[in-house]
């Protein structure tokens, strides 16, 4: 990605008479954020024509002012977490955005062909860059916290909650769907004695994970879930479904069904959504995942009605929070090691995209679930486990 930041200049900042600045400041005072305040959390302009660009362009103008250097806030997550919990992104709907609404409703943005391009774009940037961001098994998901101190504590947790939901046992077979590097497959195949195959739409996943995991039974394999024909004993997917899309949530769950064995499990674990609404915010979904689109429990009970009865649903997405901003620290620690190679503007995206997140859910805007679904029911009833 080039470096195309635009250097502003804090003599071009203020525009206090027009009116789109009156409005976003009162708009911003509703969130007890304040233009050229000294709180953490308050928003500093270094260029007038922010208000514009942001009621013109609603989040993505907002994003793409920051990536130029047009604002800043000392606590961007901490800025996020009070617009957000204000409503405030509910207050702008530009009409610049209709035509991406649109898209929405009207494509197949996760079509098989366009399916590999998030992997491209944002699962390929390197796993040397990932390495660094991420815990020693370079898990690309929420971590439980519950009895945590550090994010590697969180994210064997989180394994291995999934594996004992699982009731997994040495001998079975476990399909992950959309399985990263590898983190679930070689955690499961180590502590309880299970082998995995895994599919993934990155190149630079699938080849780390099979140089790492060569001493276990698991397989990779660069492939569309939408492809899937065979047994297993249960299934997975941790952090995939927000990229299938709403067209295709009924097709994702009908691959599961058939390659689920009768006495199976099941497990979903998804970022969702607290509306049910078509499409993905616009600056997430150019910047950062693209053609992605976060589903709502009534989106997740429709796609498995028929196929699945429902044995559990668990949300813990207050801990995608604390796991965002430990991946923000260990970014900013090794960026000197990845800043002659991406640039300031990709930097300014990456943290913006780190803590605009973190400020979500603390905000509660978006959720972390974990759906335990099985085909005929579990006999005498499934067991919560935490």
């Not at 923000?328 to 300031?344: I, K, M, S, T, V």
């Amino acid at each position: 990605m080039q470096d195309q930041t635009t250097d502003y200049s804090s003599t071009d900042a203020q525009a206090p008479t027009s009116g789109a600045y009156r409005f976003v400041e009162e708009l911003l005072a509703r969130a007890d954020v304040k233009i050229g305040g000294s709180r953490p959390w308050d928003i500093q302009f270094h260029h007038h024509d922010v208000p514009e660009r942001v009621l013109a362009r609603g989040s993505l103008g907002l994003g793409e002012a920051y990536m130029d250097c047009a604002w800043d806030a000392k606590r961007l997550d901490e800025f996020f977490y009070r617009v957000l919990r204000a409503g405030l992104d509910r207050e702008l709907k530009p009409l610049r955005l209709i035509f991406h609404s649109l898209k929405a409703r009207l494509f197949n943005q996760q079509s098989v062909k366009r399916a590999w391009q998030v992997g491209e774009q944002h699962y390929d940037l390197g796993n040397a860059f990932y390495a660094a961001m991420l815990d020693p098994r370079m898990a690309y998901t929420c971590g439980y916290w519950k009895d945590a101190t550090n994010l590697a504590e969180a994210q064997e947790a989180k394994l291995d909650l999934i594996c004992r939901k699982l009731d997994l046992k040495p001998g079975m077979r476990v399909l992950d769907i959309g399985c990263g590097w590898g983190s679930f497959m070689g955690y499961a195949a180590e502590k309880y004695g299970v082998e995995c195959v895994g599919v993934t739409i990155s190149k630079e996943q699938a080849a780390l994970g099979q140089e790492k995991y060569r001493h276990l039974p698991v397989e990779f394999r660069l492939q569309d879930y939408r492809t899937l024909n065979e047994p297993f004993d249960h299934i997975v997917s941790v952090g995939m479904f927000e990229h299938v899309g709403y067209k295709n949530y009924r097709t994702y769950m009908e691959v599961a069904h058939r390659c689920l064995r009768d006495n199976g499990l099941f497990l979903l674990h998804t970022i969702g959504k607290n509306r049910r609404f078509r499409g993905a915010d616009p600056w997430i979904d150019k910047y950062i995942f693209p053609n992605g689109e976060l589903p709502s429990a009534g989106q997740i009970g429709d796609s498995v009605a028929g196929l699945f009865v429902v044995e559990d649903v668990h949300n813990f997405g207050a801990d995608y929070d604390k796991t965002l901003m430990a991946w923000h620290a260990n970014f900013e620690a090794a960026w000197p090691r990845f800043a002659d190679q991406l640039g300031e503007r990709f930097y300014r995206m990456w943290r913006y995209y780190l803590l605009c997140c973190a400020g979500a859910f603390r905000a509660r805007e978006i959720q972390l679930w974990q759906w335990v679904l099985s085909k005929r029911g579990v006999a005498g009833g499934y067991q919560r486990i935490s």
